[in-house]
C-alpha cells in the first residue's frame, strides 16, 4: 500500500481510494499516477509517460497525455499545486 496526501494506492490490485472511498480509474490513468508517484518532486516528460502508459518509445506530438492529466487531476481531486504543468517538459507530482 502506498498513500500520497489523502489517496491510498493498493498497487496488488491496482486501485486508488480518497478517505476510504474507491475511485475508478482507467488502466492509462492509474498507470500515469503510478508513474508520476515513483517520480514524486520530479518531472515527467511526455515522452517518458507516453513510454510508460501506452509503452510509446519513439517521440511523437500528442494530447493525449495532457487529457488524461486533466482527467486524473479531476478525479483524484488534485490542484495544480499537486499535479503541476511544467512548461514545455511535462508534470510533476509534488513530493
Not at 12 to 26: A, D, F, W, Y
Request: glycine share 6%; net charge positive; hydrophobic share 35%.
Amino acid at each position: 500500500m502506498r498513500y500520497y496526501k489523502n489517496l491510498s494506492i493498493d498497487e496488488s490490485n491496482r486501485t486508488v481510494k480518497k478517505e476510504g472511498q474507491s475511485i475508478h480509474l482507467t488502466a492509462m490513468e492509474y498507470q500515469l499516477f503510478v508513474t508520476l508517484l515513483d517520480h514524486s518532486g520530479r518531472v515527467c516528460s511526455r515522452n517518458l509517460l507516453l513510454s510508460s502508459a501506452w509503452h510509446i518509445t519513439t517521440p511523437i506530438q500528442t494530447r493525449t497525455v495532457d487529457v488524461h492529466i486533466a482527467k486524473l487531476r479531476k478525479k483524484l481531486d488534485l490542484g495544480q499545486n499537486d499535479l503541476k504543468t511544467v512548461t514545455r517538459q511535462g508534470y510533476a507530482l509534488s513530493g
